[in-house]
């Protein structure tokens, strides 16, 4: 009996201990998310000043509050309702276009369903999602409008694992249940200034279901409804949340459950908050050179260099030359590789900036194109478009980087740096005498006709001479009868080397910064807006 007794009380005993360890591995748990949450709502906070500044002007954050909306005229375009977000719009069209041309070949354009337009938006997020992860992707959504209000619930902010709860299990038991083991790593959901616990929002569920269901319905509706019609740049910061994955395979099948997230109301603003946290804001600051000014300029609402930069790379750099250029002893950062997207602008023509090699040669024939006030988007099946040079291709790209005032000739003392950089001959006699027969008159000047007819007398070409290229451009009234869709036009490569300015026609000033000889053919012969 004693004995007995002395077990039952060493199995007490065991028993309190293993309590308290429990007790003290959920205290640990505990404290390590809720210091996960306070990393995450700082970092929040810090990609809200970095992209606005010290406030926001209403009516730049009505323009950026809009979801990703397909034409109805043409059912792979993205409508963009007003100025500002198209440094995010225009590069995920771009992207979804270069998953539709390359690797979907033979798709038409008019028999795409829906279900295949959001699984194409989807696979571009994930495209861009994947250059700018750091550790883990954390997809930022919106809480339902009335658990902002309470503080605490998972319903307004789906998770990979609990988006579809309400709909799969049935039962309170089973709900708190699933609820309470949805393992931490997978449903860590926050807000900027409150945080969401799992055992609030089973309450919060279980309340519900006593409910009649269609009375649920109708006030959610109604709550959500009220919501839309009273979002404002503080309320949408306290409603954001977030959830962390691991896997790009994970936040495609989020998205796919929950789809809203983009489609709804502030879908672009939640991709480009999701953008900036998967990037990691000391990570973005360490690329943008100038933490002053706002990505999202403050009076007008467009977005920056750098961040249409990170759209179309991953780096935040401020810059579209390749690689660093020092300038005044300054290291100025600009694009580093080969982009999957390429980026032409008008600012080029007047010179305000210059694109890199790499930036207007990218693997697929898509650029966006910018002008002062927007961003469009060309692009072309003519995969010939992004070959690889041949060498006269490389000796003229080369011969223009001398030619800083994209005359057609460069001063005969640089005739020798030409050659160096070709890899020729540039021993100093024989550049001499080079010099002598392709300035016979002694002007002064080195004409690149001159040259490549002396050093690639048989040039070949990559670029086909004619092609067709279409062209996007997001906003309805930029558009013939207020209907977004692809403006279609036949390019045809000029023979000279004399290029014809136009100033009244933008497009074509623009598309001769990547093809100087270029004259398009544009279908009803209406030339295509680039604002």
Not at 47 to 62: A, K, T
Not at 226 to 233: T, Y
Not at 408 to 414: A, D, K, M, V, W
Request: charged share 20%; proline share 5%.
């Amino acid at each position: 009996m004693g004995e007995h007794s002395l077990q039952q009380g060493q199995t007490s005993s065991d028993q309190g201990q293993q309590q308290g360890t429990d007790s003290a591995a959920a205290a640990g748990t505990s404290t390590s998310n809720r210091q996960q949450q306070l990393l995450l709502e700082g970092e929040l906070r810090d990609i809200r000043q970095l992209l606005w500044g010290p406030s926001i002007r209403p009516e730049v954050f009505r323009r950026w509050s809009q979801g990703f909306d397909f034409s109805q005229h043409e059912p792979s375009a993205l409508v963009q309702h007003d100025g500002g977000p198209c440094c995010v719009i225009a590069p995920v069209q771009a992207y979804l276009l270069k998953i539709l041309l390359m690797e979907t070949p033979g798709h038409s354009f008019s028999d795409l369903t829906p279900d295949k337009c959001k699984t194409l938006l989807i696979q571009a997020i994930c495209q861009i999602l994947m250059k700018c992860k750091s550790s883990k992707y954390r997809i930022v959504s919106l809480r339902a409008n009335r658990q902002a209000a309470a503080g605490s619930g998972v319903g307004g902010c789906p998770s990979s694992s609990a988006a579809a709860l309400p709909e799969e299990i049935d039962g309170d038991a089973e709900m708190v249940d699933a609820l309470e083991n949805v393992p931490s790593h997978e449903q860590l959901e926050l807000g900027v200034d409150a945080a969401m616990t799992a055992t609030a929002a089973a309450s919060d569920l279980v309340n519900q279901n006593t409910m009649e269901e269609g009375a649920a319905s109708v006030a959610a509706a109604e709550a959500l409804e009220g919501a839309a019609d009273q979002l404002n740049p503080e309320t949408f910061h306290e409603r954001l949340c977030v959830s962390e994955l691991e896997q790009i395979d994970d936040v495609e099948k989020y998205y796919a459950g929950n789809f809203h997230v983009l489609a709804d109301e502030c879908g672009v603003l939640l991709l480009l908050y999701t953008v900036l946290l998967t990037k990691g804001v000391d990570n973005v600051l360490s690329e943008v050179s100038d933490t002053s000014e706002p990505l999202i300029h403050g009076t007008y609402g467009y977005g920056s260099q750098a961040l249409i930069n990170l759209m179309l790379t991953g780096r935040a750099v401020p810059y579209v030359w390749d690689n660093e250029q020092d300038v005044g002893g300054l290291k100025l950062k600009g694009i580093t590789q080969q982009s999957d997207i390429g980026f032409i602008t008008l600012m080029e023509q007047m010179q305000y900036c210059t694109v890199g090699f790499f930036y207007k040669n990218p693997k697929n024939p898509v650029w966006v194109m910018g002008s002062e006030t927007h961003l469009t988007v060309l692009f072309s099946n003519e995969r010939r478009l992004v070959s690889p040079e041949t060498p006269s291709e490389v000796a003229r790209r080369v011969f223009r980087q001398f030619d800083t005032e994209g005359s057609n000739f460069i001063p005969s003392p640089l005739l020798q740096d030409v050659l160096c950089a070709l890899d020729l001959v540039s021993e100093p006699e024989y550049v001499d005498l080079m010099r002598k027969k392709l300035d016979p008159e002694s002007l002064g000047i080195i004409l690149l006709n001159d040259f490549m007819n002396e050093f690639f007398p048989t040039e070949k070409k990559s670029v086909p001479d004619t092609f067709d290229l279409l062209h996007y451009n997001g906003i309805p009234n930029s558009n013939c009868d207020n209907r977004v869709r692809y403006n279609k036009g036949h390019a045809i490569q000029l023979e000279s080397d004399v290029r014809m300015c136009n100033p009244s026609d933008p497009m074509l000033t623009c598309l001769q910064t990547k093809w100087p000889n270029i004259e398009v053919n544009w279908n009803d012969s209406r030339t295509p807006s680039l604002n």
